[in-house]
């Protein structure tokens, strides 16, 4: 599974922004999906995940009620929908993939159970 992730750039602290995951290699169906990002000079952070459906979804707490992630399975795409974005959010945002369920929110939220990654995408929040 290749995945490749667009749609950032710089916005005013306030805007909103909407991230693209593309995937190619095998239909997304059977793959649950996540967002996570890395800011200069920090770890990187779970965002946001989706399951198999769409009908489940997890955030941090950082981006709750202000992000939602969906996916489109019938064109293999996933979205990450920000708004109310503030200079806290500037970061490379990066989509993830793997082919089995996660059982639980830390499961989730863990970047060492994802198999397949995008190459990131900039997301810049001035103040």
């Known amino acids: 599974v290749q995945l490749q992730a667009s749609g950032g750039g710089l916005v005013q602290a306030g805007g909103s922004l909407r991230l693209s995951c593309v995937a190619s290699g095998r239909t997304l169906d059977m793959f649950v999906m996540a967002w996570f990002r890395q800011a200069p000079g920090k770890e990187r952070d779970f965002v946001a995940y989706?399951?198999?459906?769409?009908?489940?979804?997890y955030y941090s707490e950082s981006v709750k009620g202000r992000f939602t992630i969906s996916r489109d399975n019938a064109n293999n795409m996933g979205y990450l929908q920000m708004n109310s974005l503030k200079p806290e959010d500037t970061a490379v945002y990066y989509c993830a993939t793997v082919g089995r369920s996660l059982p639980s929110d830390r499961a989730m939220a863990n970047g060492e159970n994802y198999a397949y990654w995008g190459q990131g995408t900039l997301v810049t929040v001035s103040s």
């Open positions: 989706i399951d198999y459906s769409g009908e489940s979804t």
